[in-house]
C-alpha cells in the first residue's frame, strides 16, 4: 500500500470516528427541553394543586405577553375598586366584585414599594430609591423624587404649616431618611436623619408622626416642621411599622420581641419576649391591635396573643409554614397568609384555626380586607384572588372564592426622568 492510500484510510478512520462522536454527543449530552427542566422561578413552591388551588388553564387570562408579580398589597378603593402595583411597573385597577381589569399601565419603573391612596392621588416608591405620584384616574405621573436608597415601606399623609393647601406626604428610606414632601408638588419640605435603614412605614399618633428604623429607635416627629419630638431606643432592628391605637405604639422587633410605647410620655409601657430575645422567633411585619388584644406572628409561623394593656400571654400557636406577608384583621380575627399561599383565619379568644384556602402558589404581600369581610390576594406568580367567609350559626366559617385572575401585561416600557434631591 502506498504513501497515499494510506493517508486516505486515515482520513476515513478519522472522519468516521468525528461523526460517531457527534451521534453518541446528540444522543447522551443533548439540551433538555423545558419540560424536563422547568424554570424555577416559575414552579411555585407547592407543585401539586391543594385543596382551592386553582390551575392556570381555569383563569380568565389576559391577552398579553408577560406575567406579574405582586410582592406588595392591594389598596381597596372607596369606588368599588382594587389597585395593584406589580413589581414590574404596572399599576391595575380592578373591578373588586368581578376581577375585570378596568383601566392599567405598565411604568416601566420600580413600584414595589407599599402604595398609599389619598384623594384622587396613588403614592408608591421603588427598590430604585424613587419615590412617585399618580393621578388616580388617568395613572399618568404626576411627578418623582430621587433618593438615594429603596425605598420599601409606605407613606402618611399629614398636615404642613398651613394645613389643608400644604399637605405633605411622609416616608422613609434607605438611605437612613425620613422625607416629607409636598402631595401637589413633590417638593420637599423637611428631612430627618436616622441610623439605619427605615424599612416599615411611619404612622401617625395624634398630630405627631410615630417611625421605627433598623438603628433599633422609635421616633416621635412633629409632621409640619420635621422636629425631633421624642425617642426611644428599644435595642433592636425595628423592620416593620408600628401598630398605633390611640396614644400608643406596638412594635415587633426582628430579635422576637413585641414592645408598647407610651406615646405621650415616650416610654416603655411593657415589653414581652419568650425566654428572651430569640432570633429564631424573629418577627419581619407588623402587630395587628384587636380590641384589646394585640396578635403578632413570627417568620416561622408562630402566633401569639397578648393583652393589649398588660403584654401578658393570652395564648400561642403555630402554622406550618413560614410567614412573609403582613398580617391582617377580618372582623374579629387574624388573618395569616404563609408564604406557600395558604391563608388561615384564627380565632382570636383561644387561637384555633377556624378556616383555611389554599391558593397554591407563593405569597409575600399582604392581603386586603373587604368590606362585607371577605378579602383579596395577590402572589408572586401575578395570580390576584378574592375569597368570601361565610359564618354561619354553629358551625365553622367557610372560605370560597369570589372570583380569580392572573394579571398579564404586553405594553412597552416607558422611563421618567426623576429629579434628583437638592
Known sequence: MNQK?????????????????????HRFARTPDVSESPDKSETP????????????????????????????????????????????GVISVLDAATG????????????????????????????????????????????????????????????????????????????FKIRALRARTGKMEWKLATGNFVNGSPKLVGNELCVGGCDGKLRFVDSKTGELTGVVDLGSYIPASPAVSDSACVVALYTGEIIRVDAERDVVAWRW?????????SFTTSPVIIGERVFAVS????????????????????????????????GDSPLVVDADGTARLIEMSEGRQTAEFALGEPVSASPA????GGFIVATE????????????????????????????????????????EP
Open 5 to 25: 492510500s494510506k493517508r486516505l484510510k486515515v482520513v476515513i478512520v478519522s472522519t468516521f470516528g468525528i461523526l460517531l462522536s457527534l451521534v453518541l454527543i
Open 45 to 88: 413552591r407547592n407543585p401539586r394543586f391543594p385543596r382551592g388551588a386553582i390551575p392556570d388553564e381555569t383563569l380568565p387570562a389576559e391577552q398579553n405577553d408577560c406575567q406579574d408579580a405582586f410582592s406588595n398589597a392591594p389598596v381597596l378603593l372607596n369606588d368599588g375598586t382594587v389597585l395593584l402595583c406589580s413589581d414590574e
Open 100 to 175: 375585570e381589569t378596568i383601566r392599567s399601565r405598565l411604568t416601566g419603573e420600580s413600584l414595589n414599594g407599599i402604595p398609599a391612596v389619598y384623594g384622587n392621588t396613588l403614592f408608591v416608591g421603588g427598590s430604585d430609591g424613587v419615590f412617585r405620584a399618580f393621578e388616580l384616574s388617568t395613572l399618568k405621573t404626576l411627578w418623582s423624587f430621587k433618593t438615594n436608597g429603596k425605598i420599601a415601606g409606605g407613606c402618611v399623609l399629614a398636615r404642613g404649616k398651613n394645613d389643608q393647601n400644604s399637605e405633605l406626604v411622609v416616608f422613609g428610606s434607605y438611605d
Open 273 to 281: 419576649s419568650e425566654g428572651g430575645k430569640n432570633k429564631k422567633k
Open 299 to 330: 417568620t416561622r409561623g408562630e402566633c401569639v396573643a397578648l393583652s393589649f394593656d398588660a403584654g401578658k400571654t393570652l395564648w400561642r400557636s403555630s402554622i406550618p409554614c413560614d410567614v412573609e406577608a403582613q398580617p391582617i384583621a377580618v
Open 369 to 372: 380586607a373587604l368590606e362585607d
Open 381 to 420: 406568580n401575578g395570580l390576584v384572588t378574592a375569597l368570601r367567609i361565610e359564618k354561619g350559626q354553629g358551625r365553622k366559617p367557610r372560605v370560597s372564592r369570589l372570583w380569580s385572575r392572573r394579571l398579564r401585561f404586553h405594553q412597552p416600557k416607558k422611563h421618567s426622568n426623576p429629579r434628583a
